[in-house]
């Protein structure tokens, strides 16, 4: 079993930066392709972001490409997303997930379905 530990939320201006943290506990971690999902009051969850399990692929929802990073650094169980330039449509509790049974190095997986671990969530809020 994976427990996933979001942290690094809170409430900013419209504009500010935020880097939010997801601490997985299993050494398999490095295996897992990660995502970072978010929802919304009042919306489902949706994608955010996504990066194999090998950090050479990643990929991002339209809605924060070129705003938003995702990264994972070698040897660590933590997996990184680095929000910029934030709106306050970002408000949205944000979720991070990891899939267990996806073996090719270069796939993201931006399927919510897809993934078996999910973290407790952080919340993001950008005030106008």
């Known amino acids: 079993q994976v427990q996933l530990v979001e942290s690094g939320g809170g409430f900013v201006q419209a504009g500010d930066s935020l880097t939010l943290s997801c601490a997985a506990s299993?050494?398999?971690?490095?295996?897992?392709?990660m995502g970072w999902f978010r929802q919304a009051p009042g919306k489902g969850r949706e994608f955010v972001a996504g990066?194999?399990?090998?950090?050479?692929?990643?990929h991002y929802a339209d809605s924060v490409k070129g705003r938003f990073t995702i990264s994972r650094p070698n040897a660590k169980n933590t997996v990184y997303l680095q929000m910029n330039s934030l709106k306050p449509e970002d408000t949205a509790v944000y979720y991070c997930?990891?899939?267990?049974?996806?073996?090719?190095?270069?796939?993201?997986?931006?399927?919510?379905?897809?993934?078996?671990?999910w973290g407790q969530g952080t919340q993001v809020t950008v005030s106008s």
């Open positions: 299993a050494r398999t971690f490095t295996d897992y392709p």
């Open positions: 997930a990891a899939d267990r049974d996806e073996r090719n190095p270069i796939v993201v997986v931006t399927t919510e379905a897809q993934y078996d671990y």
């Open positions: 990066i194999s399990w090998s950090g050479r692929s990643t």
